[in-house]
């Protein structure tokens, strides 16, 4: 037990006051039809590097051990963009350009796991993600990884209306330097970046002024994966989810995550 009392702390990769800021975004009507935050109460002490913040508009939405952002003003009319401000662009905020190192935004049920093991994991992502070029990590789609077999997923899973999907897809013909067969589809439910990268935030910030515009699909992956192209972004790969995050089932998605009707795709 003794061999461990003089080591010195591992340190810091980076000046901001916390290496890595988890987040979670979380938007509804009320807090009865918005997602459950997985409890973090438990990581808190953990490590003192690490912070916790949630976004809603629910101001009285339960988020055990995260520190609650609320926005119930944005200028949006779907609540899914409202969520994905603080997924994508979370640096427009104050409070995380100035005090996190990397951001590691994922859905309100994947908790990071607390292990020493796992905690070390994320403090070499979030490494990779300083020293990478364009300050991003993420996971590319293995089964829906072309435009047509995500546009099918959207539609077969009800994730949202094939009328929308095909507006989408025509808003992204019209742009010269869309390439349908060889661009990269990537899975958003990880992203891990560095609110301070400036080659992220260009790349972001477009992808925002066109999702923003709440046109056509709601899934920002379709999105997503053209401005990751167009912008010659390189991300890193993480980790696998299994070995960062646990699974916490009572916090699933409100409704299933299901927005259209069987009769509506």
Not at 24 to 30: D, G, I, K, P
Not at 154 to 161: E, L, T, V
Request: aromatic share 14%; net charge positive.
């Amino acid at each position: 037990k003794d061999r461990f009392q003089n080591l010195s702390p591992v340190p810091k990769f980076t000046d901001a006051e916390y290496e890595i800021c988890f987040i979670t975004s979380v938007f509804a009507n009320n807090t009865k039809q918005a997602d459950r935050v997985g409890n973090v109460t438990h990581l808190r002490n953990a490590n003192p590097n690490f912070q916790y913040y949630a976004f809603t508009n629910q101001a009285d939405m339960e988020t055990p051990g995260w520190e609650k952002i609320v926005q119930a003003d944005l200028p949006y009319k779907r609540m899914i963009t409202q969520s994905r401000l603080a997924k994508f662009v979370s640096w427009k905020v104050d409070v995380i350009r100035e005090k996190c190192g990397v951001v590691f935004v994922s859905d309100g049920h994947l908790i990071p796991k607390s292990s020493r093991n796992a905690t070390e994991l994320f403090r070499q992502q979030a490494r990779k993600v300083k020293l990478s070029r364009d300050g991003l990590a993420q996971w590319q789609h293995k089964i829906h990884n072309t435009y047509k077999k995500l546009a099918w997923s959207i539609g077969a899973y009800r994730k949202d209306s094939k009328e929308h999907v095909k507006q989408t897809m025509a808003q992204l013909a019209n742009f010269s330097d869309f390439r349908e067969e060889e661009t990269v589809i990537y899975w958003n439910q990880v992203l891990a970046y560095d609110p301070n990268n400036p080659f992220y935030i260009g790349a972001s910030d477009r992808f925002w002024e066109l999702y923003s515009q709440e046109y056509g699909s709601w899934r920002d992956q379709l999105l997503w994966a053209y401005v990751m192209d167009s912008f010659g972004m390189q991300p890193r790969k993480l980790k696998k989810r299994k070995h960062l995050y646990d699974v916490d089932e009572k916090a699933k998605g409100y409704g299933g995550h299901v927005h259209v009707d069987r009769k509506k795709r």
